[in-house]
């Protein structure tokens, strides 16, 4: 009877050291991690509209939508490239979804995408599940392919669907708002799903969900002999990112006035959500964040000292082989790997 009383407070005592050890690194983390940067970002952006009382600021504000726009969904890939480690090259296609499918609520009904944007992310996931089920089936290399063969369907589906307008796409009205303040409902609008759709992340990996998902994107095998439903884990992460990238569709497609599949239903689209997560640091909080800005940046700087040409395009690319080179798990990643992460990068 001793001995088992012994046996009992000594594994009490090992489990109350645990928890203390675990709520000290719980602490740590909460001290290193600077949650004040990204709110005191989020809230300076969304104040910089009021320069338009003082002048002409519309290219400026293009250009933060058009981040946030990357912003979201490298956010929302993340969560299917970056932390279950599948890599898809056709989440283009639930960019053009979620921009089609508001885009016809507005031109036939009048509702404004702004509405309906939570709507389209919700179809985006449901095809997202769908399309996981049978993709999902392999892995590695085979999956990219059929990635992109995902989109190379949807393009000639929507290159040849009529009632959506086929290959001349479809125009949109305008909003009844002045040139000054036009962009206004979708600057905000991109600005909430991007807020969002990182708030999600961070969310999903610190669940038990995102552990999983990490678990899998490690050793696939071990994953599902420790009990992990991986085929569940895989398809719902798909549907998780195809949301956030649909509803980004659906405020863009409003925004520039006209659906056309050759707007959405690019490579390019889907290639840059890819390489901003690993410029950035995939599987990481900030590293999509900090991609998406670097990338479009990068873009923008090459375009007006080197033309709209495809000179631009190598020199975007020359910088990012170079970082790379440096940064091989990409900048968050490698910084934080090496112990050198500035607080204000430290989102996870």
């Known amino acids: ?79 299917l490239g970056g932390f279950a480690g599948y890599v898809s090259l056709g989440h283009a296609v639930f960019f053009g979804v979620g921009g089609y499918f508001s885009g016809m609520l507005l031109a036939r009904y009048g509702i404004s995408t702004l509405i309906t944007a939570p709507l389209a992310g919700l179809v985006a996931a449901a095809i997202g599940y769908a399309v996981g089920l049978v993709t999902l089936k392999v892995r590695g290399p085979s999956f990219i392919i059929s990635s992109i063969a995902l989109l190379m369907i949807a393009r000639i589906l929507f290159d040849n669907w009529h009632f959506i307008g086929g290959a001349n796409g479809l ?106 997560c690993i410029l950035g640091g995939k599987g990481t909080i900030a590293g999509p964040v900090i991609g998406a800005i670097l990338i479009v940046a990068l873009n923008e700087l090459f375009v007006a000292t080197m033309g709209a040409s495809e000179i631009n395009i190598l020199g975007t690319g020359l910088v990012m082989a170079i970082g790379l080179i440096f940064f091989p798990l990409g900048l968050v990643g490698t910084l934080a790997r090496s112990g050198r992460l500035p607080r204000i990068l430290n989102w996870d």
Not at 32 to 41: D, Q, V
Not at 217 to 229: P, V
């Open 171 to 276: 125009t949109l009205p305008p909003n009844d708002l002045s040139v000054q303040w036009a962009k206004l409902p979708y600057y905000y609008a991109m600005l909430a799903i991007a807020a969002f759709t990182v708030w999600s992340a961070y969310k999903i990996k610190h669940s038990k969900f995102g552990l999983g998902l990490r678990a899998l994107s490690k050793d696939e095998i071990k994953a599902e002999s420790a009990g992990i439903d991986t085929r569940f884990y895989k398809v719902a992460a798909f549907a998780l990112s195809a949301f956030f990238v649909g509803m980004v569709g659906a405020v863009w497609g409003e925004y520039l006035t006209y659906l056309r599949p050759n707007i959405f239903l690019l490579i390019l689209v889907s290639a840059n959500m890819v390489l901003m």
């Open 1 to 79: 009877m001793m001995a088992v009383t012994l046996q009992d407070s000594s594994a009490s005592a090992v489990i109350e050291a645990r928890r203390a050890h675990n709520e000290k690194l719980s602490r740590k983390a909460d001290q290193t991690r600077a949650t004040w940067f990204p709110l005191t970002l989020l809230a300076l952006l969304a104040a910089l509209p009021l320069l338009q009382f003082v002048g002409n600021y519309n290219y400026v504000l293009h250009l933060v939508l058009f981040t946030a726009s990357y912003v979201a969904m490298a956010s929302g890939w993340n969560i």
